[in-house]
C-alpha cells in the first residue's frame, strides 16, 4: 500500500490539491495522511519559549484543528474516496515545515501534494511563500504542487526540464519513472540554452538521463536563445502537456542571491501540475 501525504490549510486550494491526488492514485491501493500544522500565539512544538502559560489554547486548538481534519476525511470518504483508499489525520503544533518532515521521516510517504496557493494567497503569483517554503526545505520526498483549479484527467505526456549540468543516478528518477509506467506517460526532456548549444560536459550528462530513462518512452528537446521559465512554458502550452518536472539541487549562497530557482520562476507561468524530485546524492 501506498502512502501518500496531503498538507492542508482548509484552503480550497488545498482541497483541490487533495481532489487531484485522489483522483491521481484511483486504481492505487493507498492511505492518504490529512496534516495540518497550527500554533498558539506564536508558540509550536520545541521551540525554547515557555509553553505552560499556553497549554490550554495549544490543546483547544488542537481540539479543533482535529475535529475540522475529521470533517474533511468523512466529506472525501463518502464523495470522493474509492474503496482501495483511507485516511488518516495527522494534527501537529509545528511548523508545516517540521510536520511534513516528521511524517517523512517516521512513515515510508511516497509523495508529498501541495497546492500552489494557501489560504491568504495572492492571485497575481501561482506559487505562495508555503510552497516555495516547503520545495526549499524538504529534501527526501518528491513533492507535486497543484494548481489551483486544476482537475486531474490522466496524464498524457511529461516534461522534464533539464540543464545536464550534473550528472544524477537512477535514484533521482525512481519516481518519475514509475509515473511514468504507471500511466504510459511518454516523458520529454527539454533542454533550454539561453546562449545556444551544449558543452562536452552536458552531452555527456545528457547521455546519462537518457540511459536512466530508457524504461521509459522519452523524447529529448532544444530549445535556444529563450529564458528557461518562458521556454518552459511555451514547450508545455504548444504540446498541451499534463505535467513539469526537474530535479531540484542544494543552491549556494551565490547561486541563491544572483539567480532565482526554477521553481520561483516557474511559478508565473506554469498553468500544469510541477513535479519537484531531489537529488539522492549526500553531495548537492
Known sequence: MKTILLPTDFSENALNAIKYALAMYQNENCEFILLNSFDVNGYVEGSTFE????????????????????????????????????????????????AIQEEINSKNIELVVIGTQGATGRYELDFGSTTIAIIENIKNCPILAVPRNERFTGINEIVFANGYKLKNDANDFKFLVYLSKMFKSPIRVLHISET?????????????????????????????????????????????????????????????????????????????????????????
Open 51 to 98: 509553553a505552560k502559560p499556553f497549554l490550554a489554547k495549544i490543546e483547544e486548538a488542537k481540539e479543533k484543528t482535529v475535529n475540522r481534519l475529521n470533517s474533511l476525511k468523512g466529506f472525501l470518504t463518502t464523495s470522493q474516496a474509492k474503496e482501495n483508499q483511507t485516511f488518516k489525520i495527522a494534527a501537529k503544533n509545528k511548523t508545516i515545515i517540521d
Open 196 to 284: 545556444g548549444g551544449l558543452s562536452p560536459l552536458q552531452e555527456e550528462n545528457k547521455n546519462n538521463v537518457k540511459h536512466h530513462l530508457a524504461e521509459t518512452e522519452q523524447t529529448f528537446h532544444l530549445l535556444e536563445h529563450v529564458s528557461v521559465p518562458v521556454g518552459i512554458y511555451c514547450f508545455s502550452e504548444s504540446r498541451n502537456s499534463d505535467m513539469i518536472a526537474f530535479v531540484n539541487k542544494k543552491y549556494t549562497f551565490i547561486e541563491k542571491l544572483f539567480f532565482k530557482p526554477l521553481y520561483k520562476n516557474l511559478g508565473h507561468y506554469a498553468k500544469i501540475p510541477v513535479l519537484v524530485l531531489h537529488r539522492t546524492h549526500t553531495q548537492q
